[in-house]
């Protein structure tokens, strides 16, 4: 596949990487601190399923689901090593395991039972290290980034995944590789960042077009990171790993504002119906920042007080929001409140 690059768009707001943070209509209160069974450490992404109000955490070696109406675990998944990235649909939850390339290591989509929390199959990824993983409900298909392999897998979903294909990424030989990307089903798109790439991939034939360079300076973490769309807008809210959050525009991927964050990001969450977007960052970092969605401004940073703070979940309907800390193997539940 050719290799085409753009330039990001220029039409940045003016000083906003120097904006100071704006006063805040929210404060942000927290109203629980959840202690998980996995080891202390660097774990990986938290998703909140509103069909059973479960949270699923990757903790370091462990699998962990909360319920968020108890705020109580009620399973610990020992059988995902290395877990990363959950996908859910009404049935199960899919889990990717990756400890990377080697002999005897597990790399592996484990689907697990929303009934019984129990393993019910489980199919070796073609490439090492699958990450980011999501599923378009509509039409039954899993998509797997595999990290080592700077590719996207395509898997039939259900207790039984068949890979019906693999999408090569840009660019054609990365760095660092590609992180996780964003499903946005109703434009047949996912949005994948790769090295200092954001890049469009079409689901209905794999191309890859734009594939945008956002000058950013490469980190041995890559550049580009975990987005989410926001579909009022039609943008796109970019993690990096260089101190911001880039806004792009989700027809061309050109760049509209470039966000100041205390640190670099690892994942980013969003609460449509406040407008507020929330960036969580590694390096150690002890809390997440806040975003208004329309002024693409800081509101605040939120402490958390508890290191590894790097991803973590929102509850739309009632405006929780989790937050992982891994240094404390504990996800601290904060409300926004007026």
Not at 276 to 301: C, E, I, Q, S, W
Not at 309 to 323: E, K, Q
Request: aromatic share 8%; glycine share 10%; charged share 20%.
């Amino acid at each position: 596949m050719r290799r085409v690059l753009l330039l990001a768009g220029t039409a940045l707001l003016s000083g906003s990487l120097m904006a100071p943070a704006m006063a805040s209509a929210y404060q942000f209160k927290k109203v629980a601190s959840i202690e998980l069974p996995g080891k202390k450490g660097h774990g990986d992404l938290v998703a909140y399923d509103p069909s059973n109000h479960m949270l699923y955490v990757s903790m370091p070696d462990d699998g962990a689901v909360i319920d968020t109406k108890t705020n109580k675990v009620v399973a610990d998944i020992k059988n995902i090593p290395s877990p990363n990235g959950m996908a859910f649909d009404s049935h199960y939850v899919y889990w990717t395991a990756a400890e990377g390339a080697g002999n005897g290591k597990t790399n592996a989509v484990v689907i697990i039972d929303k009934k019984t929390w129990k393993e019910v199959g489980r199919v070796t990824t073609k490439g090492t290290s699958p990450d980011g993983i999501a599923i378009d409900r509509k039409t039954n298909t899993l998509y797997v980034t595999s990290d080592d392999n700077n590719w996207i897998e395509v898997y039939s979903a259900g207790e039984h995944p068949q890979l019906k294909a693999t999408w090569p990424l840009q660019p054609k030989d990365p760095k660092a590789g590609p992180d996780v990307g964003t499903l946005v089903p109703s434009l047949h798109a996912i949005f994948q960042p790769d090295d200092a790439l954001y890049e469009r991939v079409d689901t209905r034939n794999g191309h890859v077009d734009p594939a945008v360079d956002e000058q950013l300076k490469l980190t041995k973490h890559g550049g580009t990171k975990a987005s989410i769309y926001d579909a009022k807008h039609h943008r796109l809210w970019v993690g990096t790993t260089n101190n911001e959050v880039i806004v792009v525009n989700a027809s061309d991927l050109k760049t509209i504002a470039k966000v100041p964050t205390h640190g670099g990001i690892d994942d980013v969450e969003f609460d449509p119906k406040l407008n507020l977007v929330y960036a969580y960052g590694g390096n150690g970092r002890k809390g997440f920042d806040v975003y208004d969605a329309t002024t693409m401004k800081p509101v605040t940073f939120v402490s958390t007080d508890v290191g590894q703070t790097h991803t973590g979940a929102v509850n739309s309907s009632n405006h929780l929001i989790y937050a992982y800390g891994g240094d404390g193997a504990v996800v601290d539940v904060f409300k926004a409140v007026k």
